[in-house]
T-cell receptor, first 116, second 109 residues
Framework: ETGVTQTPRHLVMGMTNKKSLKCEQHLGHNAMYWYKQSAKKPLELMFVYSLEERVENNSVPSRFSPECPNSSHLFLHLHTLQPEDSALYLC???????????????FGSGTRLTVV | GQNIDQPTEMTATEGAIVQINCTYQTSGFNGLFWYQQHAGEAPTFLSYNVLDGLEEKGRFSSFLSRSKGYSYLLLKELQMKDSASYLCALGSNDYKLSFGAGTTVTVRA
């Protein structure tokens, strides 16, 4: 149990579908993050939320739409995705925006997304 | 911005020692982290260095030289369960955590 739970673990979707990824943390953290992890590439920071306010949007295509309804939940809404969007999507959290020297960020296990 | 380099793959024998190097360039250094990630699982925190020198935690140690932009993670007495990807991550003054592409370590019997 990492403290950060992501659902679903696996998702296959067509390019015309709409789906959502969910992330939940009960660590009392105030900052939450979405990262994209593609094979053999560094983790790419997509979105950052602090106290439910978006503080970072890293030039991510509009087909990815984040939502943070409260400090414990983070969503990533997906629509009209492309095959190159297939990747592992990781959610992470931290007490505040500065990575903790004790744990950095706490990550979830990710959602393996395949776009067909 | 940040630039982080680490080897793609390494292979070692059970019981041996492996050293994973990480070199970086950054405009604002705020700590270096190492994570372990088993296939299909969450990255988990291993170590944090902000001052030069060696930090030891059981079988794992991490070293930092800020002047050289260099860190390494040392894994001793390798076990089969140590087969995983090891991620070097750089903290910066703009609070972000930037990651290298990861080093896949395979431990063979």
């Amino acid at each position: 149990e990492t403290g950060v739970t992501q659902t679903p673990r696996h998702l296959v979707m067509g390019m015309t579908n709409k789906k959502s990824l969910k992330c939940e943390q009960h660590l009392g953290h105030n900052a939450m993050y979405w990262y994209k992890q593609s094979a053999k590439k560094p983790l790419e920071l997509m979105f950052v939320y602090s106290l439910e306010e978006r503080v970072e949007n890293n030039s991510v295509p509009s087909r990815f739409s984040p939502e943070c309804p409260n400090s414990s939940h983070l969503f990533l809404h997906l629509h009209t995705l492309q095959p190159e969007d297939s990747a592992l999507y990781l959610c992470a959290s931290s007490q505040d925006l500065t990575p903790s020297p004790n744990y950095g960020y706490t990550f979830g296990s990710g959602t393996r997304l395949t776009v067909v | 911005g940040q630039n982080i380099d680490q080897p793609t793959e390494m292979t070692a024998t059970e019981g041996a020692i492996v050293q994973i190097n990480c070199t970086y360039q950054t405009s604002g250094f705020n700590g270096l982290f190492w994570y372990q990630q088993h296939a299909g699982e969450a990255p988990t925190f291993l170590s944090y260095n902000v001052l030069d020198g060696l930090e030891e935690k059981g079988r794992f140690s991490s070293f930092l030289s800020r002047s050289k932009g260099y860190s390494y993670l040392l894994l001793k007495e390798l076990q089969m369960k140590d087969s995983a990807s090891y991620l070097c991550a750089l903290g910066s003054n703009d609070y972000k955590l930037s990651f290298g592409a990861g080093t896949t370590v395979t431990v063979r019997a």
